[in-house]
C-alpha cells in the first residue's frame, strides 16, 4: 500500500507503472493513444514489439522496456506538436513522463515544461484522491 504524503510543489511524481497491473489496465493499449500516427502504423503492424533490451547511454545499464513506449519516447517526442497545450492537462503530463523517459518531476519542474498550466493547478491534480493513469508521487524511501 502506498504510504499518504502531503504532496508539496517539490513533491516529485512520475507514471507508475504497477499502478496499471494492480488496476487491471491495459498500459500498452493506452500508450497506443499516444503514439503519433506513423507510430502507430508501426506498432500496430508489428505484433512481435513486446520488450526490448535497451542501454543507458550514460550509465550502460541495461533494461528491459516496453516495445511501445520505446518507440514513442524515441519518435513522437520528436513531433512538434506531441506536447501540445491543447490536450488535456492529465494526458499532456503523461506525454511529458514519455518523453522524458518516466523521470520523475515535481509540479513546478512539470509546469516549466507544459508552461500552460501553474504549479499549483499540477499539483491540485496530482495530488487529489483520483489518481490518473498511474501518474503517482514517487515513495520516498522507507
Known amino acids: 500500500m502506498r504510504r499518504y504524503i502531503k504532496p508539496t510543489l517539490r513533491t516529485k511524481y512520475h507514471i507508475d507503472f504497477d499502478w496499471w497491473q494492480k488496476k487491471g489496465q491495459n498500459l500498452r ?3 497506443l493513444e499516444h503514439a503519433c500516427e506513423e507510430c502507430y502504423a508501426l506498432v500496430k503492424s508489428d505484433t512481435e514489439i ?22 514513442i519516447h524515441n519518435a513522437c517526442r520528436e513531433e512538434p506538436k506531441y506536447l501540445d497545450p491543447n490536450l488535456p492537462v492529465t494526458s499532456l503530463i503523461f506525454r511529458l513522463f514519455i518523453v522524458n523517459n518516466n523521470t ?4 513546478v519542474e512539470i ?9 499549483e493547478l499540477i499539483l491540485r491534480i496530482l495530488s487529489g484522491h483520483r489518481v490518473y493513469k498511474g501518474i503517482c508521487h514517487v515513495a520516498p524511501p522507507v
Open 29 to 31: 493499449r493506452y500508450l
Open 111 to 119: 509546469h516549466h515544461q507544459i508552461k500552460n498550466k501553474g504549479a
Open 104 to 107: 520523475p518531476l515535481t509540479p
Open 50 to 71: 513486446a520488450t526490448i533490451d535497451w542501454i543507458d547511454p550514460g550509465t550502460a545499464e541495461v533494461f528491459t522496456v516496453d516495445g511501445i513506449w520505446h518507440v
